[in-house]
């Protein structure tokens, strides 16, 4: 091809006579290297050019998918419902999509409503987790509250309903607990959804000994971190009814088959004697001293017929609670996301967190750095805007991450062996 536009461009008689073959050549040589390197200079150009252009597409063709995702809920099929709300859920727990859902909200929180009235079992859990992601996508203005406020009476209603599925009604108590820390205004919602909540976990609702049934310990672990998570904006008149003796109602589950359950009582025990110091009340009742010998035997406790994780787990968890209720000192923790980082130095804000990563998995990093009201809560100020040049410094090589991760697990191999003791177990 060059050859010949070469040659119809120079016209019959440009060429030479004394080396026609060679100038065609040398001619098809200039035009192949120049047409080469124009090839060379444009990929980086065009690949600009492209990502820019195809980002629109992108953002089309993942709105269209939710919009379908969202005509599916009122599909006739249980299965086709179910799927439309798992995709659903992996979408907003993985994205920020505010302002696409504050125009969809009304038709999305019908659809869920009837997904949780006439679903069974998986798709009604499906919905409450959905529509807990929905609250937060939502925030806490007045379209939150409204949604909250329209839903409450049917989450109550399932949570509530002891022929339910025990995963419908775990999600529903997560869900009550969230929508309700987000959105709700009124003391007396708040008031409400405690008092609701505290029935599923409290000793008359866990069995005659006391402890909760293992085949219902989730459904008793929601409950009692939904509580837990609303006892944290409570104001001080409700925590002191708290604090003279429903805080009592905790120490029969630390008894419990579930080590979930025992490590959940505990860091809320702790929790409440946080927020006694708080407002500078005294604990100091004839049951504290029996909590702190139940705390000491959790703190090493050694039976062989539990899991060995589970024991490893439990002695570490409570001996931090032991420390702070004997000497109020916390073990802080630091949260990294992207360029930022948070420390939880309160029990409180654990438990906050630890609600959050629940319901977000493993988006929990995505909306602490995109989602405003997520970083309101935990007083990150406003999303960091940054540029390329600034997210391609912030991105660490394979090699530096190994680099990293050897000399961390060297330096933590170093501190454990010099206080761990083989025989601790047995003694």
């Known amino acids: 091809m060059p050859r ?24 098809s040589e200039v035009l192949s290297h120049c047409s080469s390197a124009s090839e060379g200079a444009s990929p980086g150009e065009e690949a600009a050019g492209s990502e820019v252009a195809a980002e629109p597409c992108q953002e089309e063709e993942a709105e269209d998918r939710l919009k379908e995702h969202m005509d599916n809920l009122l599909d006739k099929s249980a299965k086709m419902r179910q799927a439309a709300l798992q995709s659903l859920r992996v979408a907003f727990s993985s994205k920020t999509l505010s302002e696409f859902l504050l125009e969809r909200r009304l038709t999305l929180t019908d659809s869920l409503e009837k997904c949780l009235k006439k679903g069974k079992g998986e798709e009604q859990a499906l919905a409450g987790t959905v529509l807990t992601l929905l609250c937060l996508q939502m925030g806490s203005g007045p379209e939150g509250e409204e949604m909250f406020h329209s839903l409450k009476p049917l989450l109550i209603s399932i949570l509530t309903d002891g022929m339910a599925s025990p995963s419908a009604r775990q999600s529903c108590a997560m869900a009550l607990g969230v929508c309700c820390y987000i959105a709700a205004a009124d003391l007396e919602d708040l008031v409400s959804c405690l008092s609701c909540l505290e029935t599923v976990f409290s000793p008359s609702s866990t ?143 654990q438990r906050t967190y630890q609600v959050f990563k629940e319901v977000l998995g493993s988006g929990i990093c995505h909306h602490l750095q995109n989602n405003e009201l997520l970083r309101e809560i935990f007083g990150l100020g406003p999303p960091l805007v940054l540029d390329a040049a600034a997210l391609k410094a912030s991105k660490v090589s394979r090699f530096e991450k190994h680099l990293y991760n050897s000399a961390a697990f060297k330096a933590r191999t170093k501190a454990r062996s010099r206080v761990r003791d083989k025989r601790a177990d047995v003694l």
């Open 4 to 27: 010949s536009r070469r040659a119809a461009r120079r016209g019959p008689g440009s060429a030479r006579a004394g080396s026609p073959a060679s100038e065609e050549e040398a001619g």
């Open 207 to 349: 069995g005659e000994g006391g402890s909760a049934p293992a085949q219902h310990g989730p459904l008793h672990c929601s409950a009692l971190q939904s509580w837990s998570l609303l006892l944290t904006i409570c104001p001080p008149s409700h925590i002191k009814s708290v604090l003279d003796n429903r805080w009592l109602k905790l120490l029969p589950l630390l008894s419990s088959s579930s080590v979930t359950l025992r490590i959940l009582a505990g860091e809320t025990i702790a929790l409440v004697f946080e927020l006694a110091q708080d407002m500078e009340e005294d604990l100091c009742h004839q049951d504290t001293e029996f909590l702190r010998a139940q705390l000491k035997v959790l703190a090493t406790e050694s039976n062989k017929y539990r899991a060995k994780t589970d024991r490893r787990k439990q002695r570490s968890i409570f001996r931090d609670i032991l420390r702070f209720i004997e000497s109020g000192e916390y073990q802080e923790e630091t949260i990294r996301f992207g360029l930022e980082c948070m420390y939880l130095d309160s029990w409180a804000r």
